[in-house]
T-cell receptor, first 114, second 112 residues
Framework: NAGVTQTPKFRVLKTGQSMTLLCAQDMNHEYMYWYRQDPGMGLRLIHYSVGEGTTAKGEVPDGYNVSRLKKQNFLLGLESAAPSQTSVYFC?????????????FGPGTRLTVL | EDQVTQSPEALRLQEGESSSLNCSYTVSGLRGLFWYRQDPGKGPEFLFTLYSAGEEKEKERLKATLTKKESFLHITAPKPEDSATYLCAVQAGETSGSRLTFGEGTQLTVNP
């Protein structure tokens, strides 16, 4: 049981390049999330999904797109990377337990945009 | 708008020196308050969920408490392996899959 995994772990892009970050979970969780973590800003929600085929915007969605074609995978895309997108990206997944859903996080992807 | 403020930003303790971390929050309709631990270069690791004022939860040397305005994470007789950043987050709203609003964290260092 690997939990939440993220690919790649590190990436360096040039401004204007595109890339896709992959998140996979093997816990059969319904909900998945993408966050970014920046110094002094804490964790901020980019996009999330409440089920296969559905996505929704979070707090900071501009410049990112997502897709949830399979329940276990959640993809985060950057179509034209900018230096402001240099950050550490975390994926999380959760299940509804009657009152709340506890989010479990992956190990992160450190992205640098030059 | 939901807000979470953690204090202090950083805390240095000697091994065995007990202390508390604070998480104050403003939220409409709290469903849960979460504590996570984050080690350098890793993702947040879930510790506790608190649901209502007066609730307490314990895990080894950690004890989390909740009031209507704040939560405390008490660390009793800490060890160097307790060194990490501790994150607090709140979840509000009626629907499932609701977002978490995080504080900026408290960086704890425990010296041997």
């Amino acid at each position: 049981n690997a939990g939440v995994t993220q690919t790649p772990k590190f990436r360096v892009l040039k401004t204007g390049q595109s890339m896709t970050l992959l998140c996979a979970q093997d816990m059969n969780h319904e909900y998945m999330y993408w966050y970014r973590q920046d110094p002094g800003m804490g964790l901020r929600l980019i996009h999330y999904s409440v089920g296969e085929g559905t996505t929704a915007k979070g707090e900071v969605p501009d410049g990112y797109n997502v897709s949830r074609l399979k329940k276990q995978n959640f993809l985060l895309g950057l179509e034209s990377a900018a230096p402001s997108q240099t950050s550490v990206y975390f994926c999380a997944s959760s299940y509804w337990a009657g009152n709340t859903d506890t989010q479990y996080f992956g190990p992160g992807t450190r992205l640098t945009v030059l | 708008e939901d807000q979470v403020t953690q204090s202090p930003e950083a805390l240095r303790l000697q091994e065995g020196e007990s202390s508390s971390l604070n998480c104050s929050y403003t939220v409409s309709g709290l469903r849960g308050l979460f504590w996570y631990r984050q080690d350098p270069g890793k993702g947040p690791e879930f510790l506790f969920t608190l649901y209502s004022a007066g609730e307490e939860k314990e895990k080894e040397r950690l004890k989390a408490t909740l009031t209507k305005k704040e939560s405390f994470l008490h660390i009793t007789a800490p060890k160097p392996e307790d060194s990490a950043t501790y994150l607090c987050a709140v979840q509000a709203g009626e629907t499932s899959g609701s977002r978490l609003t995080f504080g900026e964290g408290t960086q704890l260092t425990v010296n041997p």
